[in-house]
């Protein structure tokens, strides 16, 4: 079964916060641009697994499918992806204002908004580490090599050694 853009499409939205159904933040179209874009990061992450998108913008489908942890991957990559426009948009406007009801000050919300980027680089950061984790574990596992020694006649030292490789 093809994995489309538009499958990703809530959970990004989930993922954004953008979850109040009668004033959402974000359209459709903006995020599905998120989540191309997102997927071009995943591809500058993840360089041994890279996916294309085929198909009109609303109905592209990934090639090769990406399994549930790599299409976890790409709506992470699409949040940090929008959460960094907004570090843009919010930065254009920062701005304090004193009146005599009290004071209005936008000037941390690029600061907070940098936060969630963070927080979002850290999780992909680590699930791409469990995986290259895993990976070099299961090759480890496969290898097949043991170290043999042998005691010689040497009174320092630890002697001779014999790797002998088992398929």
Known sequence: MAILISDLTSRLSRE??????????????QLITGIIDG??????QSPNQQYSLSGSVAS???????????????????????TRGEIQKSARSAFSHSNPAGSTNL??????????????????????????????ESELDSCGIELRGSPTELTEGLGESTIITTN
């Open 39 to 44: 997927n071009n990061e995943f591809n500058l």
């Open 107 to 136: 000037q941390r919300i690029p600061e907070m908004l940098d936060m969630q980027a963070k927080r979002l680089e850290n999780k992909i950061a680590d699930i791409l580490d469990k995986r290259s984790r895993y990976n070099v």
């Open 60 to 82: 592209s489908s990934f090639s090769p499918d990406p399994g549930v942890e790599d299409q976890q991957l790409i709506v992470l990559c699409s949040a940090l992806v929008l």
């Open 16 to 29: 954004v916060g953008d979850t109040d159904l009668s004033n959402l933040y974000y359209t459709n179209s």
